[in-house]
Nanobody
Framework: QVQFVESGGGLVQPGGSLRLSCTVS????????MGWYRQTPGQERELVAT???????NYADSVKGRFTISRDIAKSTVYLQMNSLKPEDAAVYYC??????????WGEGTLVTVSK
């Protein structure tokens, strides 16, 4: 069974930074793609950033230039470095893994609050 441990969320002022971590119970190289998604109340979950098995990254337009997704395969961990945070970045952030065969795995989420 795949288990996720997400951490790094919290309260930050606008313009500040946070780094989210997602540690997985299996080797992340087994997954075709991993990513971070976010969701606010009443809204659909949206893609923030992804990284493929080959290391290719992709970002939502709203976070390009501010957020960076990376991974440490040896630690089975995916990171999301978030800089220049804005109030509209506040959300619950979820880690997701896809095994390339249509099966998705989700973490439980970590809350990011951006406020003065």
């Amino acid at each position: 069974q795949v288990q996720f441990v997400e951490s790094g969320g919290g309260l930050v002022q606008p313009g500040g930074s946070l780094r989210l971590s997602c540690t997985v119970s299996v080797n992340i190289i087994e997954f075709y793609i991993m990513g971070w998604y976010r969701q606010t109340p009443g809204q659909e979950r949206e893609l923030v950033a992804t990284v493929t098995k080959g290391g290719t990254t992709n970002y939502a337009d709203s976070v390009k230039g501010r957020f960076t997704i990376s991974r440490d395969i040896a630690k089975s961990t995916v990171y999301l470095q978030m800089n220049s945070l804005k109030p509209e970045d506040a959300a619950v952030y979820y880690c997701k893994a896809n095994n390339g065969s249509g099966r998705n795995y989700w973490g439980e989420g970590t809350l990011v609050t951006v406020s003065k």
